[in-house]
């Protein structure tokens, strides 16, 4: 059997016309973050309908012989922060479904750096700025979290929500940083590497489990204006 994950960052926040480590600070989705993640809901939707049919958006062509189980998903499971409970509920509410909240998928705690802008940082903590961006395994937010222990967290929830629902179709919905780990992970990527991912706001990503095998069928799929 086959697990179908709907992997998926959280629409635009308020406040998204500057940069800056949000993190664990909670702010709720923009308006245009609503309508974001709601082209999304549809499109899994029509996806989902269809088995992933030639003629979607972004022709995600289905595997041969997918034997994945039902035509819905049967969980939605997100971070405890608002801006990703609001965007899983969006996804969740076609099925009837109540999101399953964890806290372990909520987003990196960038320390003293949360709520600063890019520039901010950079004009304030230039050199360990540059230290960060350049390697984010080897460096960390100031009074953060490092990216292996973000990685611990994130890949044991990921692991056990994949056992606990083989050969069905699930989403997680989480954020830029918590994805990029994840994706990491899944590709065989080195960790230094997690910048070389974009995850724009309301970014799908479409990962099938073959048992233990995973495949990536879709990337940073987004639906904007």
């Not at 041969?64 to 819905?72: A, E, F, T, Y």
């Not at 692991?159 to 780990?181: C, D, K, L, M, Y």
Request: hydrophobic share 40%; net charge negative.
């Amino acid at each position: 059997m086959v697990t179908v994950l709907y992997l998926i960052r959280h629409g635009e926040t308020e406040g998204a016309e500057t940069r800056r480590y949000k993190g664990t600070i909670d702010i709720p989705l923009s308006e245009n973050g609503i309508r974001q993640i709601k082209r999304v809901s549809d499109y899994i939707v029509e996806t989902v309908k269809r088995g992933h049919g030639e003629k979607e958006k972004f022709h995600v062509s289905p595997s041969p012989g997918l034997p994945v189980s039902g035509s819905m998903l049967t969980a939605v499971y997100c971070s405890d922060l608002s801006r990703a409970v609001k965007s899983a509920e969006l996804i969740a509410n076609p099925y009837c479904l109540e999101p399953v909240i964890v806290p372990a998928l909520r987003e990196r705690n960038f320390g003293i750096w949360e709520g600063m802008s890019f520039d901010e940082i950079k004009g304030k903590y230039p050199e360990e700025f540059t230290a960060w961006a350049g390697n984010p395994l080897a460096f960390s937010p100031m009074e953060g979290e490092s990216t292996m222990e973000v990685m611990d967290r994130v890949i044991n929830a990921l692991n056990e929500i994949i056992q606990n629902h083989s050969g069905e179709r699930i989403a997680i919905v989480s954020h830029g940083g918590v994805i990029r780990v994840i994706l990491c992970y899944i590709l065989g990527v080195p960790l230094e590497n997690i910048f070389r991912f974009e995850q724009d706001y309301a970014a799908l990503n479409i990962i099938e489990f073959w048992d233990t095998y995973p495949v990536v069928k879709l990337m940073n799929g987004t639906m904007h204006d």
